[in-house]
C-alpha cells in the first residue's frame, strides 16, 4: 500500500522561506513523477512545481516561478520543495502527488499560512 506522507507547513512571516517534504513509501519511489499542487481557501487546486521520476526536468508554475524549487532524493523516497519570499497569496494546504504506472497517490496534504 502506498502512502503519501508531507510535512514541513506551518506559520511564517511575508518574505520568509519554508521547506516542505513528501515521503512516498509502499512503491517504487524512483519510478514515479512528482508534482506539489496547492489549494487555497475558495478555489481550485493548482499545479506548484513537477519533477520527473530521476530528477532530470522540473517545471513550475508562473506564479511561483523563480521563488520555489523542487527536488527529490530518491534514496530516501522523498521529494522537497524550496519556497522563498513567500507572500500572503501563496497561503494554501500543499498536496504532494506522485504518478506512475497507471496509478496516482496522493497525501493529506500540509498548511502553509504566509502572514504577519
Known amino acids: 500500500q502506498v502512502q503519501v506522507v508531507e510535512s514541513g507547513g506551518g506559520l511564517v512571516q511575508p518574505g520568509g522561506s519554508l521547506r516542505l517534504s513528501c515521503v512516498v513509501s509502499?512503491?517504487?519511489?524512483?519510478?514515479?513523477?512528482m508534482f506539489w499542487y496547492r489549494q487555497s481557501p475558495g478555489k481550485e487546486r493548482e499545479l506548484v512545481a513537477a519533477?520527473?521520476?530521476?530528477?532530470?526536468?522540473?517545471n513550475y508554475a508562473d506564479s511561483m516561478k523563480g521563488r520555489v524549487t523542487i527536488s527529490r532524493d530518491n534514496a530516501k523516497n522523498t521529494v522537497y520543495l524550496q519556497m522563498n519570499s513567500l507572500k500572503p497569496e501563496d497561503t494554501a494546504v500543499y498536496y504532494c502527488?506522485?504518478?506512475?504506472?497507471?496509478?496516482?497517490?496522493w497525501g493529506k496534504g500540509t498548511l502553509v499560512t504566509v502572514s504577519s
Open positions: 502527488n506522485a504518478v506512475g504506472h497507471g496509478a496516482n497517490y
Open positions: 509502499g512503491g517504487i519511489f524512483g519510478s514515479w513523477t
Open positions: 519533477i520527473t521520476s530521476t530528477g532530470g526536468s522540473t
